[in-house]
């Protein structure tokens, strides 16, 4: 009799199996990854994108809310405007006149007196462009009473937003008086001979019942550094912003100038104007320093450059620019404002 021969079956894999199964699983993990990845960047990448888009809103709606306003007095554009501040053709926030709309090109030596230019936090950027604005607040309030001798006016509303030291309009369908709130007590008094700049005169008018009252607003925007210092205010990584300078009233009285940044990552601001009697856009140095106050300007084309703040977006049309050194998203968006307040 023949032995019966045990037969045992291979069991597991070879070694050849094992390397071809993990190549497999490899290619299939680096396929994912890849997936991943592509999809991760281009959530950052639409993100990167959205964030400009909503900065660009905000930017736009703001500047150009004050550059409709500018020159503004609230009760119509034939009044005639008497500006009771002292030295108020020096002081730049207070002349209504040669301030009410006036800009500086980037390109130029002319130097906004709004400004220090610099690289601290808040400072202007050296190079860019940046516009003074001056007009009446879009909060108006009505007049109860005037009395001329105490230099007293009574508002209808209890609780005005006045405070001391404010710029105020005060005007009728015929007259306009600028002036500074110099007390609150019992009333809102305009009182001479005090304060900074003060007035120089009462108003040149007793003014009736429900004449108009409204803050003064004078701003100046422009690009500037923001507080990010570790990116030594340059523009191409996100360290410059838009900036509003304002002037608020303040116990004394006095006027203080507050910077406030606006948006951040707007890289450059690019202004044009359209005269009444050209056919095209110019720059500010394209007008004269004595055109400004004849109000000639009847559009502004305003271009912002805004950069977005994740530094590990970018996209093909970032790859052209001095931008792509740093990945960095950006995109160059304009608006163009009609002005409305013809000459004062």
């Known amino acids: 009799m023949s032995p019966i021969l045990s037969l045992q079956r291979q069991r597991g894999f070879n070694l050849i199996e094992l390397m071809i199964a993990l190549v497999i699983g490899l290619i299939v993990v680096l396929g994912a990854s890849s997936v991943f990845l592509s999809n991760k960047q281009s959530y950052r990448t639409n993100s990167a994108i959205g964030q400009i888009q909503e900065n660009a809103r905000i930017a736009f709606e703001l500047l150009t809310r004050d550059l409709r306003q500018a020159r503004l007095t609230g009760c119509g554009n034939q009044t005639t405007t008497a500006n009771l501040l002292s030295n108020n053709t020096t002081l730049w926030y207070a002349n209504f006149a040669g301030n009410g709309l006036i800009a ?3 390109g130029t030596a002319d130097s906004n007196p709004a400004l220090t230019t610099g690289t601290a936090s808040g400072n202007h950027r050296a190079g860019t462009d940046n516009l003074t604005l001056i007009g009446a607040s879009d909060l108006a309030y009505s007049l109860a009473t005037h009395d001329a001798a105490t230099s007293k006016i009574t508002l209808n509303e209890t609780n005005p937003e006045l405070s001391v030291g404010d710029l105020v309009v005060i005007c009728d ?3 306009a008086d600028i002036a500074q709130i110099t007390s ?4 809102v008094y305009l009182a ?3 304060g900074t700049p003060g007035n120089t005169a009462a108003l040149s008018k007793t003014y009736l019942r429900n004449a108009q009252v409204s803050a003064l607003k004078s701003v100046t925007w422009y690009i500037g550094c923001n507080p990010l210092t570790a990116l030594s205010c340059d523009p191409n990584r996100g360290g410059t912003s838009l900036y509003r300078m304002a002037a608020v009233g303040a116990a ?14 707007v890289a450059a601001m690019d202004l044009t104007f359209l005269n009444t009697s050209a056919t095209d856009y110019v720059d500010a140095n394209a ?9 000639t300007v009847s559009a502004v084309r305003v271009s912002l450059r805004l950069v977005a703040e994740d530094r590990s977006s970018r996209d093909a049309m970032s790859s052209s620019d001095t931008l792509q050194a740093n990945a960095m998203i ?4 304009n608006t163009v404002v009609a002005l409305r307040n013809p000459p004062i």
């Open 252 to 265: 004394g009285p006095t006027v203080s100038l507050q910077a406030q940044e606006m948006v951040r990552g």
């Open 330 to 333: 950006f995109r160059d968006l």
């Open 287 to 295: 007008i004269a320093a004595a055109t400004w106050p004849l109000n």
């Open 104 to 106: 500086y090109d980037g």
């Open 184 to 187: 609150t007590t019992g009333g």
């Open 173 to 175: 369908t015929a007259q």
């Open 192 to 194: 001479t001979g005090t």
